[in-house]
């Protein structure tokens, strides 16, 4: 079986800074990854590097999504073939209506993907639907996309648009983070409604306590630009209990151990 | 250059005698104000560049053209792209003009509030001649261009809307004022007179568009007089045809505790130029003036804008946006001028320019004169291109580059748009706008 992403030793740069050194990860489908590390590790850096930022260039190693080169994807055609990012800090877009920009971003994937558009009337009604699974009111259609929502509000907007878009790897940056415990849940609940298991997740996160709501198959933690470790969820706790220093101070058998938990 | 302008102005006075010898009587007050009109036309003649008004902007391509006088022919008028011009909720309270002619047949004055004139220009010399005389062309001379010198000594067809002390019609006053009705170039200088009462409220939308593709230019003029503690909403909405010429001017006063707030939206014509003149007269009034323009190919946008504060607690806003593709090139010069006495101002002006092509070029100067010392002011002008981290978030979304360009100018022109007051009118222009920005995109 082809896994549904595989990341081979994934090197990339910023500004001729280099940020990821050998990131090598496998998620197949059915598969719930969860990346924690510490700040600057270069976890955002990856996520944004799967969605295909323009700001990233990718030096070495490869991405295989489906078994297909997706490197050599325009971020748009990444995210219509089925790649989502819920962004660490979403952009605000001043003057396009949620509900107008949601439409265009559902349709376009739609036809993309040779089903048939939803008419306004139509998505409308669609659109409810998943504003209520993510417990969002109505008003927010209306309102400009993510400008002047709360931190909280624009993470629940994130997770309304993977919840229309039906992604087949949806990677969450810091979605838990600067969530109340209610809207904590709420995430929880859309991302255990939306898994499948012909879909996969990874979810990058400070917090332990996202993974008590949302149980993951795999454990990794990053450190200095690659994955440092991997595990199973009781990795979650020995971080929570011990930091990433004990992580730090086993980097130097650090190779393969990605690979060794994936099998 | 000199020669060729005087040249030109010849031929607008003759244009001038022309009418005089064939128009009907006028009364003398409206005579005298076309003589003295007249000359100072002949006296100052058209700006060139060199005049510091007219940086920016060469009218020259304007003066070579040779405009008949206008008959109001509507030959080509089609009526269904005619209609989606008019506003239903100005349904009762629309005039219509081509080429500066009023057309009562276009028209509809049924649903008029009681004791509220809206009426064309000829009638009110006739049965207005009180409220006309007195008013006519005393605010738009305070800055007045030789362009509205020219409307004022020309001027036939028009609208003139008068609202009663206390009286606020539910319903807004729409003028549009159509242009290349006939086969041949024609010039139409329209003129508007807006007298909002003591307390009274109105909204007035001007839409000025072209029937077809034939050369025009559209010389119109507009006098809003803003009473004590009234209302007025303006939306001047100028979408001529690409052959055409527009040159406006708006002339505002406002009284004590009134409101003034317009929207200048500029999309059409080849070149255009609008001023914006707001006198803030009496205490407590205020002033909020919005606009965009939006330019592609090779066309040329003009705003000039002026706010006078005379007087101590005024305050005034404003924010003009611009949109530029192609070779296309706009002018934003917007002056708030406090006078010595002006304490207490208020005045916040803002120009932001989203550039789409690295040929197209804006200049823009927001210019605050203050010459008070108790006053809060800002203003800022921003010059730049689309955000990459917002076109990466719609491309993460799966909007194809074209889309994405398209929606974000779209929003960035929305600010100004989602502000006009008459909801057909709003609706209407979205979807202009968004067509072209995605015509426009999916071209590059
Ligand atoms: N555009 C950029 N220009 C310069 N440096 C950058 C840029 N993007 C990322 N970096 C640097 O790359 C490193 C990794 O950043 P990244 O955002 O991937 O970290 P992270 O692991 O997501 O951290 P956090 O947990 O704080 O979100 C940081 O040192 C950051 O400063
Ligand atoms: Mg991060």
Redesign the pocket.
């Known amino acids: 079986m082809t896994a549904l992403l595989e990341i081979r030793d994934l090197h990339a740069t910023?500004?001729s800074?280099e940020?990821l050194r050998g990131v090598s990860l496998t998620v197949n489908a059915g598969e719930i990854h969860a990346i924690m590390?510490p700040?600057?590790?270069?976890?955002?850096?990856l996520a944004k590097v799967l969605a295909g930022h323009p700001?990233y260039t990718v030096t070495g190693g490869e991405v295989l999504f489906r078994g297909q080169n997706l490197l050599e994807l325009a971020p748009d055609e990444r995210a219509r073939s089925g790649i989502f990012l819920a962004f660490?800090y979403p952009v605000e877009i001043p003057g396009v209506s949620n509900s107008n920009f949601l439409r265009l971003a559902f349709n376009q994937t739609r036809e993309s993907r040779g089903q048939e558009e939803l008419d306004p009337l139509e998505f409308d009604e669609l659109l409810r639907e998943k504003m209520k699974l993510v417990e969002m009111d109505y008003s927010f259609a209306n309102r400009s996309v993510n400008q002047g929502f709360s931190g909280g509000e624009k993470k629940r907007n994130e997770i309304l648009q993977m919840a229309l878009l039906e992604p087949s790897v949806a990677v969450l940056d810091?979605t838990d983070s600067g969530l109340d415990i209610d809207a904590l849940r709420v995430v929880a609940t859309a991302v255990n409604a939306l898994a499948t298991p012909e879909n996969a997740f990874v979810m990058v996160t400070?917090y332990q306590r996202l993974l008590n709501y949302i149980e993951p198959h795999f454990v990794h933690v990053?450190a200095a630009g690659r994955i440092a470790r991997s595990g199973g969820k009781e990795l979650a706790l020995e971080l929570e209990e011990k930091g990433y220093e004990s992580v730090r101070a086993q980097s130097g058998s650090l190779a393969g151990a990605s690979e060794a938990s994936n099998g | 250059m000199k020669l060729l302008l005087s040249e030109e102005k010849d031929r607008y006075l003759a244009a001038y005698d022309a009418r005089a010898a064939v128009a009907v009587a006028e009364p003398d007050w409206l005579a005298s104000l076309r003589r003295l009109a007249i000359a100072r036309f002949d006296a100052v003649g058209f700006p060139t560049t060199r005049n510091e008004a007219w940086k920016y902007t060469d009218v020259s391509p304007i003066l070579k053209t040779e405009f008949g006088s206008s008959t109001g022919s509507i030959g080509k008028l089609s009526f269904a792209g005619f209609e989606c011009l008019r506003a239903p909720e100005a349904e009762g309270a629309c005039l219509v003009f081509v080429d500066g002619v009023y057309h009562p047949e276009l028209s509809s004055m049924s649903g008029l509030a009681e004791g509220v004139v809206v009426t064309d220009f000829a009638t009110a010399v006739a049965v207005h001649f009180d409220a006309l005389a007195v008013r006519l062309g005393v605010l738009s001379a305070h800055e007045s261009t030789p362009f509205a010198s020219l409307n004022l000594a020309m001027a036939t067809g028009g609208a003139v809307v008068l609202v009663p002390k206390g009286c606020a019609p539910a319903s807004p006053v729409h003028l549009v004022y159509l242009s290349g009705g006939g086969d041949e170039p024609v010039a139409a200088h329209p003129r508007t007179m807006v007298v909002a009462g003591e307390s009274s409220s109105l909204t007035v939308v001007e839409t000025f568009a072209s029937v077809n593709g034939v050369a025009s230019l559209t010389n119109a003029v507009a006098e809003f007089h803003v009473g004590e503690n009234a209302r007025v909403d303006h939306v001047r909405v100028q979408r001529e045809g690409a052959q055409a010429f527009h040159v406006g001017a708006t002339a505002v006063e406002v009284r004590r505790s009134g409101s003034y707030s317009s929207i200048a939206i500029s999309i059409g014509a080849a070149i255009s130029r609008h001023d914006l003149h707001v006198r803030l007269a009496e205490e407590g009034a205020s002033c909020h003036i919005d606009g965009l323009y939006v330019t592609e190919g090779e066309q040329h946008a003009d705003s000039h804008t002026r706010i006078d504060h005379l007087v101590p607690r005024c305050s005034s806003r404003q924010l003009y946006k611009g949109v530029l593709d192609g070779d296309s090139r706009a002018v934003f010069n917007g002056k708030v001028y406090v006078h010595h006495d002006a304490q207490k101002t208020e005045a916040h002006q803002t120009n932001r320019n989203l550039m789409l092509s690295p040929r197209a070029r804006v200049d823009t100067k927001p210019e605050l004169e203050i010459y008070a010392d108790d006053v809060v002011c800002s203003h800022g002008a921003t010059v730049g291109a689309l955000e990459a981290e917002e076109q990466f978030y719609l491309a993460s979304r799966g909007l194809d580059e074209a889309t994405a360009r398209a929606v974000l100018t779209y929003g960035f022109a929305e600010e100004i748009v989602e502000e006009i007051p008459v909801a057909s009118v709003r609706r209407h222009l979205d979807e202009v706008i968004l067509d072209r920005f995605q015509k426009g995109f999916s071209k590059g």
């Open positions: 910023v500004d800074a940020i590390g700040n600057g590790s270069g976890k955002s850096t700001a660490q810091e400070h990053f």
